[in-house]
């Protein structure tokens, strides 16, 4: 059953016999890193082809050198990787620039193109408006040897940037902007990441695309709603250039999320003016960065699933994302105990070192079991105790109890403070208390985690918010918005002895706080990326 509307073009179209394999393509310009919009249109066309066994290029759209760079057309390809889809043909839009330069000669040729010697302004000018028809060239009916020739010229680098482009001959009056003789081809001395310096003239993205499509053979060339009313024009180059069966475009809604930059360029300003650490800094919102962040792939897939494919623009909770990561992890993480900010407790009625058996994750008992050596020193989280504690407060106070994740039910004895700041607690153990004891069934409210005084491993642990901040009384300007406290870096944390075991990139439920990743084991100690809290905002809603 077809998920969406293109889908249920695709399925009709394949009953009809329109088309006998589906081939669909996805088309970065690489002019930066791969970001969760991206994935969206990724797990359409990749989607699309594993659904209907079809086939899906990757195709670089590489006709604005300037941009581009190889680094981004790497990057790109182990970002899809990644993500879990394997493209068809690796294709490149400048590999076929010299059939598109015999398209537009063909166009010429047919009297549908001519070469304007108008500044860009000068045609921006003279294109009218929604409601005022454009207003023709001075240069529109040259005749077609003069047209091959100065087109021919410009290839060959006889005039300088910017002084002509060929445009498509269709019409200054019609309704729709970009039929209004659009410039296809122009002038450009800059070095191709791709072809070098072979070619000094450049099609444009809705000469290209089209032709891009149609060469490869793509039977559904979807892209996002902007394109929607370059759809006429895209139509208008299949047809004059000749092509039988041609593709089609159909267009969805972008991905937006809330806070959350979507724009390869503003992505591109934070890398270069050093907000963040590069393309791949935790907390952007490109897919290396989440995958170095530990978000996994499962959850952005099935995130682009849950906010579905629309014909309507929205914006999405970041909340949902995060419900989609929490909801993989819940599945697949390691459950560890690990204190942020450690405070000594001695039990003073303790006696050697107890082996403590937990399962590393109580939803999949498959996963087994690990230990953590329990004895007379252990550390627990500061803020689990209270000296006065605050109304409702489950946790350890003078004169109560609490219960050890996996272990004992302690019961206070007395504390020490320094300057008004808690610096030990001493508590006696009841025995027979851990589960399955003759005193399990003593009722304490709270349970804490812990980690043992030795063997217990030293850790950093990033954490980090949105890189953008509401806008402030509808001033939307980019550089306000920026967060300056999108890192916040925690030392002197405390984990369980058994994550040594553990290897650089493995994801955790730090019980009780968040899911972490093992981002760096050095000398030093574990450094650690907070991936998403364990509390779900979105579920409540
Ligand atoms: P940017 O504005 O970030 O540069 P773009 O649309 O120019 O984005 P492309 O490299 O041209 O980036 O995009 C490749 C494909 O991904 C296109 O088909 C485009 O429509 C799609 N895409 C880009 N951003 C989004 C998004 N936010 N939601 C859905 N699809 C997107
Ligand atoms: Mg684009």
New binding site residues.
């Given amino acids: 059953m077809a998920n969406n509307f293109i889908e249920a073009i695709v399925e009709s179209d394949l009953e009809n016999n329109v088309h006998k394999e589906i081939l669909t393509r996805?088309?970065?310009?690489p002019?930066?890193y791969l970001?969760i919009?991206?994935a969206?249109?990724l797990c359409i066309n990749f989607g699309i082809k594993q659904k209907y066994h079809g086939k899906c290029n990757l195709r670089y759209?590489d006709t604005n050198p300037t941009k581009e760079d190889v680094e981004y057309v790497e990057s790109i390809k182990e970002d899809i990787r990644w993500l879990g889809f394997e493209w068809d043909k690796e294709c490149y839009a400048s590999d076929y620039f010299e059939q598109t330069y015999e398209l537009a000669l063909k166009l010429i040729r047919q009297g549908d193109a001519y070469v304007c010697d108008l500044s860009a302004d000068e045609i921006r000018e003279t294109r009218g408006s929604l409601t005022e028809p454009g207003k023709e060239s001075p240069y529109r009916n040259r005749s077609v040897e003069e047209n091959l020739r100065l087109f021919t010229e410009m290839r060959e680098g006889k005039y300088p940037d910017g002084s002509k482009v060929l445009r498509a001959k269709i019409d200054m009056a019609s309704s729709n902007l970009n039929m209004r003789d659009p410039v296809i081809y122009r002038i450009l001395r800059a070095t191709h990441h791709h072809t070098g310096d072979a070619w000094l003239i450049y099609p444009m993205y809705d000469f290209a695309h089209p032709i891009e499509d149609a060469l490869e053979g793509v039977t559904h060339s979807i892209?996002?709603l902007e394109f929607e009313d370059h759809r006429p024009l895209y139509d208008w180059v299949t047809e004059h250039c000749g092509f039988t069966n041609p593709p089609h475009q159909y267009e969805f809604a972008?991905?937006?999320i809330k806070n959350t930059i979507?724009?390869?360029?503003y992505l591109k300003k934070l890398v270069d003016t050093g907000v963040v650490t590069g393309w791949d800094d935790p907390r952007m919102p490109t897919l290396s960065g989440m995958r170095k962040r530990g978000y996994p792939a499962q959850a952005i897939r099935e995130f682009c699933a849950m906010v579905g494919v629309a014909k309507a623009n929205s914006e999405v909770d970041p909340a949902v994302l995060e419900h989609c990561v929490r909801d993989v992890l819940n599945d697949t993480a390691d459950r560890v105990m690990a204190v942020e900010d450690p405070l000594p407790v001695i039990i003073e009625n303790a006696e050697g070192v107890e082996e403590i058996a937990v399962l590393n994750n109580p939803n999949h008992p498959e996963a087994g079991m690990h230990t953590i050596p329990f004895e007379k020193e252990i550390f627990i989280e500061r803020a689990d105790f209270a000296v006065v504690p605050p109304p409702k407060y489950h946790r350890l106070v003078p004169g109560g109890m609490v219960r050890l994740k996996g272990a004992y039910i302690l019961e206070y004895v007395s504390h020490e403070e320094e300057n008004g700041r808690v610096t030990l607690v001493r508590c006696n153990l009841i025995p027979d208390s851990k589960e399955g004891g003759v005193n399990a069934s003593i009722k304490v409210k709270g349970v804490v985690q812990w980690v043992p005084k030795h063997g217990a491993v030293k850790a950093t642990l990033n954490k980090y918010e949105s890189l953008l901040v509401d806008e402030v009384d509808g001033n939307k300007q980019f550089d306000d918005r920026i967060n300056p406290n999108s890192l916040e870096v925690t030392k002197g944390a405390l984990v369980e002895p058994w994550i040594m075991e553990k290897e650089e990139g493995s994801c955790f439920q730090f019980m009780r706080s968040a899911y972490y990743k093992l981002a760096e084991k050095t000398e030093n100690g574990l450094l650690f990326y907070r991936i998403v809290g364990l509390k779900d905002s979105f579920n409540k809603k």
């Fill in positions: 996805f088309p970065p310009e002019n930066g970001h919009g991206h969206k249109s759209d892209c996002t972008r991905l937006n979507m724009s390869k360029r």
